[in-house]
């Protein structure tokens, strides 16, 4: 894998801000580029959320600065890119972005070194509208760079927090080694981006210029994309309770908790809503929510935004800290129903990963309800659902540099929705059905958009019944995870019944796993726990650009003679680009294809290595060719289940997607 070590040496140079390189020379204005997920937009027609804002990529911008990036390596800045590239800027420099359509407010993403000691620094980033400087945004690392093995530290001159683990560093077990391997420190950094959001004084038109320059306070600053929206006025409750007459404090100043849960007490009382008007509400604990709506003015204009509490003793459920969030009753006391949030920010302060803590922004179980048109931020979880519960809609949120994953339904959730949301920056799964103890079934993922998850997967199923994964965009996934995944794994109950996998498409996935040393699939099904056996349909799927395979079918080495994989059917599926194969099969099992397209395929169409005992008989998986599968990757010579197994396959980069 020559491609992905040559990454590994120059972008770890990258991500530690050591050296600079050479300044492009300034390019003039540039005529805007919107892209979605880094891609044309005619790409992904019909696929992802549809969103209120434009993105465009900063190396598609004028700048003075330099381009970094592509790199797909884990630990490097251009990785955890949007599109793999983005913009570094020396202090001073600036990149340029001409508006495409009218716009008062902006999000921009980025990336600013952490202290040199670890907790990271804050940095002006000056803010011009056609030359005229207009506001300064306050950028900070505070939120950012983990370091280390899980569950990861913020200090980057911690020893390795399992010295016990294998490591790919070493090739070693380091406590069992002799002489101990020398493991260079800051040992894997990673998240190293944040995003802020900033309102205009004003709307600017389509063809005016947004130029950011960056502060002397951070040695680089690296501009990976910047969202232009055009707000609307704030929206106003009228039949309901307004928290300011509870003495809510609406700049921010005094807790406000009091006041929204007396509010919360009347409002279920009486019937109406609870309305949060425009400002900032401090809030550092659990709302508790039962049969109550609470509605903001939108989330540009209502912000719920706490500090993280050490807890002293921890509480009974482990939790050593607490922070805002909204939550149902916990499903042993009954859980809650009949529960409606829409319209309002919650802005978290989780600047670590504690997994027994309970800061997320909304928790607990909620049947009944509806979670709408949220911005959440700075959480550990965005929205984690301990079941059982059923019935709940979450739908048309914003849901960006999490701690962990964006939404996870843990443990029997039902009947249930997530559809049109978009997830940026997580630190594990982008949207997740955990059926850990509990079946989760006929829950729907439809229409949203992942980008960059930092670790794991952009969609993750992990067993079930009757689940449909449907028309999702899967973006840039990093390390130890791809775009879809379906593992029976973490001791989740099985798949049963069916899986639906249907027109969804990813974009720059099929990840390293440092663990096994190769790379997976844009999706990937893991038998680790028991078999996976249910019927599952992946039809209309398309796969662009793929780090490795754009589909794998695997089992740990341990377990390889135990547990297969059944029954899996493709159809009409397009395959844009492959640094390795179309299938890469590691593991016991059979799959079907029809109407399955590729094109620019890196290596053998299907690497099969069965469950590598390479028996006389042939692989221990089987491929069967249903017809109408195009472009070569499935010869009639790998049929049924020809052995062609390279473990570890040299690495062609695919060419950028394109029209099909």
Not at 482 to 504: K, L, W
């Amino acid at each position: 894998m020559t491609w992905t070590r040559t990454w590994l040496v120059v972008g770890a140079v990258v991500a530690l801000g050591v050296g600079d390189g050479v300044a492009a020379a300034e390019r003039p204005k540039a005529e805007p580029v919107v892209t979605r997920a880094g891609l044309a937009p005619q790409l992904v027609d019909g696929r992802g959320a549809d969103v209120p804002f434009l993105e465009q990529e900063a190396e598609n911008a004028a700048t003075d600065g330099t381009v970094i990036g592509p790199d797909r390596t884990a630990y490097t800045l251009p990785a955890e890119a949007s599109g793999r590239t983005a913009v570094r800027l020396l202090p001073g420099r600036h990149v340029e972005f001409t508006l495409p359509a009218d716009a008062n407010a902006i999000t921009v993403r980025y990336s600013i070194p952490d202290a040199r000691d670890g907790g990271g620094i804050t940095a002006p980033l000056e803010v011009s509208v056609n030359g005229k400087r207009r506001a300064t945004m306050t950028l900070t690392s505070q939120y950012a760079w983990l370091y280390n093995q899980y569950p990861f530290s913020n200090d980057p001159g911690a020893d390795l927090l399992h010295p016990d683990w294998w490591i790919t560093e070493c090739a070693c077990v380091p406590s069992q080694t002799n002489p101990p391997p020398v493991i260079s420190k800051p040992f894997r950094p990673s998240h190293f981006y944040d995003e802020a959001r900033l309102r205009l004084d004003r709307t600017y038109r389509a063809g005016d210029t947004v130029r950011l320059t960056a502060g002397n306070r951070a040695e680089w600053t690296v501009i990976d994309l910047l969202d232009s929206e055009l707000v609307g006025r704030p929206h106003v409750e009228k039949r309901a309770l307004d928290v300011r007459l509870f003495g809510a404090d609406p700049t921010g100043r005094r807790d406000a908790a009091p006041a929204i849960e007396h509010a919360i007490a009347l409002a279920r009382f009486l019937n109406v809503p609870v309305y949060l008007p425009p400002g900032t509400f401090q809030v550092n604990r659990h709302i508790v929510v039962d049969d109550v709506t609470i509605t903001g003015a939108g989330n540009w204009h209502t912000v719920v935004k706490g500090r993280e509490v050490a807890l002293d003793p921890p509480a009974p459920d482990g939790s050593a800290h607490t922070g805002v969030g909204f939550y149902g009753r916990a499903a042993q006391d009954g859980g809650s129903r009949n529960v409606h949030l829409s319209g309002f920010t919650i802005e978290g302060d989780v600047r670590e990963r504690i997994d027994t803590d309970q800061v997320n922004g909304i928790g607990g179980a909620m049947s009944d309800s509806t979670i709408r048109g949220m911005h959440i931020h700075h959480t550990k979880v965005g929205l984690w659902f301990d079941g059982p519960m059923s019935n709940t809609v979450i739908e048309d949120n914003v849901l960006t540099d999490q701690v962990a994953d964006a939404l996870n339904f843990h443990t029997g959730v039902t009947d249930s929705v997530v559809r049109n949301n978009f997830v940026r920056n997580t630190g594990d799964d982008g949207l997740a059905m955990w059926a850990e103890h509990e079946q989760n079934a006929r829950n729907t993922f439809d229409h949203n958009t992942v980008q960059t998850p930092v670790l794991a997967n952009g969609i993750a199923l992990y067993g079930g019944t009757d689940n449909t994964v449907s028309h999702n965009l899967v973006a840039d996934p990093v390390r130890e995870g791809s775009g879809i995944h379906v593992g029976s794994r973490f001791g989740a109950e099985p798949f049963t019944g069916h899986v639906r996998i249907t027109d969804n498409t990813t974009v720059r996935a099929g990840t390293y796993e440092l663990n096994w040393n190769i790379g997976l699939g844009a999706i990937w099904f893991y038998a680790l726990d028991r078999d996976i056996d249910a019927d599952i349909q992946a039809v209309g799927n398309h796969f662009l650009d793929n780090t490795y395979n754009a589909i794998m079918f695997v089992s740990d080495w341990p377990v390889k003679d135990l547990y297969a994989i059944r029954g899996v059917r493709f159809a009409d599926t397009r395959v844009d680009g492959t640094g390795t194969s179309v299938l890469s099969a590691r593991v016991m099992g059979d799959a079907t294809f029809e109407n399955t397209d590729a094109r620019n395929v890196g290596a053998v169409g299907v690497n099969n290595c069965g469950s590598f005992n390479f028996p006389a008989t042939g692989s221990e998986f089987t491929v069967t060719d249903a017809g109408g599968n195009d472009g070569g990757w499935l010869a009639p010579w790998m049929l049924p289940n020809t052995i062609t197994c390279d473990d570890r396959p040299q690495v062609v980069p695919p060419p950028a997607p394109s029209a099909w």
